[in-house]
């Protein structure tokens, strides 16, 4: 039995809506500090973490979309962290991380999971 934590599934969705707002502002590069919150860093560091928390319950299911989501969860933090290590970011940065086909699947997978957490109607 899995343990992927409707939470951590809320921290990426809500990351990603986060995310598609901070890159529409048009921000130019820079070190996250020189420029007025909001900051895309600590917003990535918390999907980071949660997709790393999740890769981390399914990794070894025996559930084949479970196993499809530890490897989409692998394959966007990759990204994530990858964004995290620029020592400049930008809203271009951002933008192309939202576009990223990795982040999209887990936001897909994490919508049809989702479906698990929501209640059973008595038909």
């Keep these: 039995m899995s343990s992927i934590q409707e939470d951590d ?9 986060f995310l ?8 130019p590069p820079h070190e996250e500090s020189s420029m007025p919150p909001p900051h895309a860093g600590p917003q990535l560091k918390d999907m980071l973490d949660a997709m ?3 890769h981390e319950a ?3 299911s025996a559930d084949d979309f479970e196993q499809v989501i530890a490897e ?12 995290l290590a620029q020592s400049h ?3 271009e940065l951002v933008d192309n991380l939202n576009a ?17 957490f929501r209640p059973q109607s008595a038909s």
Excluded: C, N, P, W
């Design 20 to 27: 598609l707002a901070y890159a529409a502002q048009g921000r």
């Design 72 to 83: 989409d969860t692998r394959k966007a933090s990759a990204a994530v962290r990858f964004a």
């Design 58 to 60: 399914v990794k070894d």
């Design 89 to 91: 970011m930008s809203s």
């Design 100 to 116: 990223s086909i990795h982040l999209r699947a887990v936001l897909t997978d994490f919508f049809l999971y989702s479906e698990k």
């Design 9 to 17: 599934i809320e921290v990426v969705e809500a990351g990603y809506e």
């Design 52 to 54: 790393q928390r999740v």
